[in-house]
């Protein structure tokens, strides 16, 4: 007998722990860079980051423990959205006619319409229990913005949300969302810090970016003792934060009798989705020995894994965050203003960037047009409409669909859909119309981007 179409887990199987990768990164044969302070290009120790995050969030950012309990408190908040369903895409595959079984795990059931809450109820969880009052953060096209106003919402406190302008102007809906949950929005650059007034010194009619916003984000929590800085994505505690999505398609899986994946397939800008998606699975590598080939699909105007290079550099635009070892495009770097504003990021995670340089995850790169086709395709056959940042792993989960169709065999695929695109139709608007531009990131200006990397001996 053939599984539903979708497979729901209990709530008694909600996750109790988060899984963290850096306890097998030894076993993965994965060397993790150590974190620099920018000032004297020192490892960093706990009280270099103390005044941006809660001592919780910074022991866990350091921490080798495998499994990091979920305090019962954020599982409660958990349980308005989780577990999130995991479906079998039948009426997809018959649409591409490909003999590949197709499984997507739905993040957009959360609050938000996204996984970003994942990691935004923690952390600001985190930060109550420290007496904090106020946050400030940067958002791209408003998911992760409205993930921490909403948690900010749960837990009573304030939240200050720098979102790249270009994604100000054009996803209002996301700011107004932002707003209902409480927070105060403005676009950067903005006139409101040091490090937004020296952009709009040199151009006044920027589009902002997120290394922009971080800075902002940065330099207002640096600056004020009652505030701390809440990142969406990137960093070690962030990614851990994600892992009860991988986690839940493992049991899923296991729970429909399914195959194991031959290849998962997810989006990726800063690393967050894609960690929390994976990095799971990467764990049943160590612990049984299952493989299974994990795909990694960014914009090709923010292709950071598939043009980047490995070196130290900046989080931010001005230079204030540590220094951290990735794929990076360089600090400087202002990407074209397509819709996918959450993947418009000049760097990827460490751990995401480690496992690339070893070989143990894929990159591909795509342009919004045939992304937004695939997206569509997905639609009109499954009835979702994906985050312009999701549509990535559509695209490449319908490329392995492809392929299982060329090759005639009935490969196992899973793919993480981290996101719907209800307040994203703007873009679908301009695509249908035939007015988005497909933008490849140009040679010299990477190259003259990475020429303002640090130098580190």
Known sequence: MEESVKILLPESELPTHWYNLNADLGALGVELPPVLHPGTKQP???????????????????STERYIEIPEPVRDIYRLWRPTPLFRARRWEKA?????????????????GSHKPNTAVPQVYYNAQEGVRRITTETGAGQWGSALSFACQVFGLECKVYMVRVSYEQKPYRRVLMQAWGAAVVPSPSTETEAGRRVLAEDPDSTGSLGIAISEAVEEAATRNDTKYALGSVLNHVLLHQTVIGQEVIRQLERAGADW????VGCVGGGSNFAGFAFPFLAERVRSGRTTRIV????????????????YDFGDTARLTPLVKMYTLGHDFIPAPIHAGGLRYHGMSPQ????????LIEARSV???????????????EGIVPAPEAGHAVW??????????????????????CGHGHFDLSAYEAYLAGKLEDY?????????????????D
């Not at 960093?44 to 350091?62: H, K, N, R, S, T």
């Not at 003999?99 to 959360?110: F, L, M, N, Q, T």
């Not at 995401?352 to 070989?359: D, E, I, Q, T």
């Not at 490449?396 to 859909?417: D, H, K, P, S, Y």
């Open 367 to 381: 342009p919004q047009n045939p992304m937004f086709a695939a997206a569509l395709s997905f639609a009109r056959s």
């Open 352 to 359: 995401v960037s480690a496992l690339y340089a070893a070989g």
């Open 296 to 311: 990694a699909v960014e914009p090709t105007a923010a292709p950071s894994l598939t043009r980047g290079v490995y070196a």
């Open 440 to 456: 490849e990131y140009p040679e010299e200006a990477v190259r003259k981007s990475l020429e303002a990397l640090p130098q580190i």
């Open 44 to 62: 960093v120790g706990p009280a270099d980051l103390a005044p941006l995050f809660p001592e919780a969030l910074i022991a866990q950012e350091v």
């Open 261 to 264: 994946p031959d290849v998962i």
């Open 96 to 112: 591409l006619d490909t003999p590949a079984r197709i499984y997507y795990k739905y993040e957009g059931v959360s609050p938000t």
């Open 396 to 417: 490449g989960a319908m490329q392995e669909a492809l392929a299982a169709r060329e090759a005639g065999e009935a490969r196992t695929i899973v793919f993480n859909l």
